[in-house]
């Protein structure tokens, strides 16, 4: 509901004569951050607030470090979402004045101090932004009495490109200034989420795939101590950055796509924003596929160590952790080619070689596959493959390093199958979000609204707001949950009837453990 010009100021008089905290009954709530008023919306009784600035508009500081917003002093309206990072694809509205959040919560000024769940969205480092349906954080803040924020922030080139090589000191930050963006989102959460009903001091992260990666980095930025308390990862793992030579190399690729030498890098700062996303597309001169990557960069700056290489990193170690996957993750990049689910065992090789990402032989991978699983097709064993070599492998390697640190995580791996394809899909990469959101019929979920969806996302919503509240994600709903270590390598096994297995595909994980794992684009 928006509400009208009389309906809002007539809220806005009753809340300045009477009541210190509001909760979610008005047709529209004021709430004062740091910077300036901004005034949510009501939606099934969840005071709701979107499009939120927390960070000046970053044309002016293109590859720049952000800064703060300037200070307003009329109420900003704050009921509909603020533009995404400018990118391909078809997210929009975009634009380069994209520091904007988005916030749900039972109550304001209550003194609720309430658990925090910030939510980091995929797409890589290259796309997307906060506002999918599928984030939508109603049914996860009164379901747990939490409060959700969801975050935009820079994106591939415009957050990720590394400049620093080119003789513009003022752009010695340009390779990780999407992850500062996030810090200084989660620097507004310290300083503004007490006004939300939040508890500054119980700030989860999760987020998946490139979300969690971007956790898994934050992890291991100096910047960012401090400034959250548990961090969950839903199939997004980062164990190294991109090293600045092959970052400077990809950025001298896009340079040449613009018709730019290096030491025009200037130009950069003032050339349209549309033209710097298309000169993406061209090939990365490091990776055999894609456009040109960007992600985070070992600048001995922001970041001054790999995020978990060679160890976990010793900052965040006190910091309660989950690390979770899907079982079929490759399914949602390779299935939509139904060729791929009619391979013959001829085929199987030649199809795996690029899609593993890792340098091992595929007719080994196949007969070890067909040792393993003597039931499984041929398309059985190329989705299985690709999944154990390219997605899952950096989830195990943290998973081990933290378990070495002394500080274990909760490992969890989703079974749970879509219905999509007659359930040919099965887990595939990003079943869990709505999962996790207890957002099973929002448009986009792809798990169907049935009982049993609708009894995983219980169970996984459940776990994520109990560690949420307590660093711990066991629930009543659940089996003892134990973290993962590795003499037995507990995972919680999520699906109709949930279980706690002993190193699940354990097989496979040795197998691939044979050969070296450097993380794609890294």
Request: hydrophobic letters at 40%; proline letters at 9%.
């Amino acid at each position: 509901m928006v509400p009208s010009r009389r309906t809002a100021l007539a809220a806005g008089a009753l809340l300045a004569a009477a009541p210190k905290a509001v909760f979610a009954q008005a047709p529209s709530v004021l709430a004062t951050t740091r910077h300036g008023p901004v005034r949510g919306d009501v939606q099934d009784a969840i005071c709701v607030f979107k499009g939120v600035r927390y960070g000046a508009d970053t044309a002016p500081r293109r590859f720049r470090p952000p800064a703060p917003p300037a200070p307003w002093r009329t109420p900003a309206e704050a009921f509909d979402y603020g533009p995404a990072s400018p990118q391909g694809g078809r997210e929009a509205p975009r634009s380069e004045d994209c520091l904007f959040l988005n916030v749900w919560t039972p109550a304001v000024r209550d003194r609720g101090r309430r658990p925090v769940m910030v939510y980091l969205h995929g797409g890589a480092y290259a796309t997307g932004s906060g506002s999918s349906p599928l984030y939508d954080g109603t049914r996860l803040a009164r379901r747990g009495d939490v409060v959700v924020v969801t975050v935009n922030h820079r994106l591939n080139a415009f957050g990720y490109a590394y400049l620093a090589r080119f003789g513009r000191p003022e752009l010695a930050d340009s390779g990780n200034v999407g992850q500062l963006d996030i810090v200084l989102a989660l620097r507004w959460v310290r300083d503004n989420i007490a006004e939300f009903g939040g508890d500054p001091g119980n700030v989860t992260l999760f987020g998946q795939s490139g979300g969690g990666a971007k956790i898994a980095t934050l992890m291991a930025m100096p910047a960012a101590a401090g400034l959250f308390h548990r961090a969950a990862t839903m199939s997004g793992q980062q164990v190294t950055a991109s090293g600045p030579l092959n970052a400077t190399r990809r950025a001298e690729a896009w340079l040449e796509a613009l018709k730019l030498r290096p030491d025009q890098a200037g130009e950069l700062l003032t050339l349209p924003a549309q033209s710097l996303v298309e000169a993406q597309s061209a090939r990365d001169p490091i990776l055999p596929f894609g456009g040109i990557y960007f992600g985070p960069v070992l600048d001995e700056r922001s970041l001054t160590r790999h995020p978990f290489y060679p160890d976990a990193p010793a900052q965040s170690a006190h910091i309660p952790m989950i690390i979770g996957n899907t079982h079929d993750e490759t399914r949602a990049f390779l299935g939509g080619d139904e060729a791929n689910f009619h391979l013959t065992w001829d085929e199987v090789p030649a199809r795996l070689a690029p899609e593993m990402r890792v340098d091992i032989s595929p007719e080994l991978v196949v007969e070890t596959y067909r040792r393993l699983y003597p039931h499984y097709s041929p398309s059985d064993v190329f989705f299985s493959a690709t999944t154990a070599g390219r997605s899952w492998r950096a989830a195990i390697i943290e998973a081990e390093a933290r378990a070495r640190r002394g500080s274990p995580a909760f490992v969890y791996q989703l079974d749970f199958r879509a219905p999509e394809k007659g359930g040919r899909m099965g887990a595939f990469h990003t079943l869990d979000i709505p999962l996790v959101f207890d957002n099973v019929a929002a448009p986009g979920s792809r798990t169907g609204s049935s009982p049993q969806a609708q009894r995983v996302a219980d169970l996984m919503s459940e776990a994520f707001l109990a560690f949420a509240r307590t660093g711990d994600p066991n629930h009543a709903g659940l089996p003892p949950w134990e973290p993962y270590g590795l003499d037995r390598r507990q995972t919680m096994i999520f699906d109709t009837s949930p279980r706690l297995a002993d190193d699940p595909r354990g097989a496979e994980r040795e197998l691939f453990a044979k050969v070296p794992y450097i993380q794609p684009g890294t």
